[in-house]
């Protein structure tokens, strides 16, 4: 049986998250502690203390949902887990993959939270509050999506973040152009199309800075061939050359998360298992969404890592 590991991307935040982990394992809280020294910040308060609009932003969400993924990684490891020996692939939602190189070994998880934190200002400071925005378009194909970006691209840059599966898109660019895209997304018979909560467009070419950001800050990291392939958002290809992974980390800022395509690839490569490891469990229902011959894990408690390792052998 072929398995591969997943890992969550923004919006698997909440209050509180790791905390169980953090008060059951050592090795759960030495992660934590070591993000925190990393960054200079007590990011672990934040985390189980909230409050969630500080969580929610965007330079902290993202070191800290890795955080939690790389504590039940350790955790599931202590008990005896070898990634190389159990796991075929990994990949992650956006921030995810990062969470995926760090489970890998590509990157250490100390240079992992310092890369997150560099990508989420970056990512916040690449366009004016206000300027950009994202919509969430429920029910349409993505040739569909595509079209109405392109209808809508005379507004300004318009085009799909995030491929996610069962019918569920996100778009992101110009503010006018998405509301736009949106409107005529309702009009050719979307179930819903709803503007999102966001401060940034995201997985658009308006990211540009940040993503030239990124390919200073990869540039400057030591980088490892990770213990097995990371399938990349943007290619849908495995990977273990550290340097077109990072390459292909620079493209993802400006490039659409094929998250669809990424699931479905699993199922055409043998992975019949797919274990969602972090907070939250978004991943395992787009999984079972997109093809329900793959088995869905979310593994994010003690329960739950204790449960996966009895499974995994």
Known sequence: ???????????????????????????????????????????????????????????????????????AMRVMEKGGLSLKDKVSYVAGHSLGEYSALCAAGTFSLADTARLLRIRGNAMQAAVPVGEGAMAAIIGLEA??????????????????????????LVISGAKSAVEEAAKLASEKGAKRAIMLPVSAPFHSALMQPAAEAMREALADVRKHAPAVPVVANVTVSPLSDPEEIAERLVEQVTGRVRWRETVGWFGDNGVETLYEIGSGKVLSGLARRINRDLAAVPVNTPADIEAAMAALG
């Open 1 to 71: 049986m072929s398995i591969a590991f997943t890992f969550p991307g923004q919006g698997s935040q909440a209050v509180g998250m790791g905390r169980d982990l953090a008060d059951a394992f050592p090795e759960a809280r030495d992660v934590f502690q070591e993000v925190d020294d990393a960054l200079e910040q007590k990011l672990s308060r934040i985390m189980w203390e909230g409050p969630e609009d500080e969580l929610t932003l965007t330079a902290n969400a993202q070191p800290a949902l890795m955080a939690v993924s790389i504590a």
């Open 143 to 168: 040739a569909d999506v595509e079209a109405v970006c392109s209808a809508a691209d005379k507004e300004g840059v318009c085009q799909i973040a995030n491929d996610n599966g069962g019918g569920q």
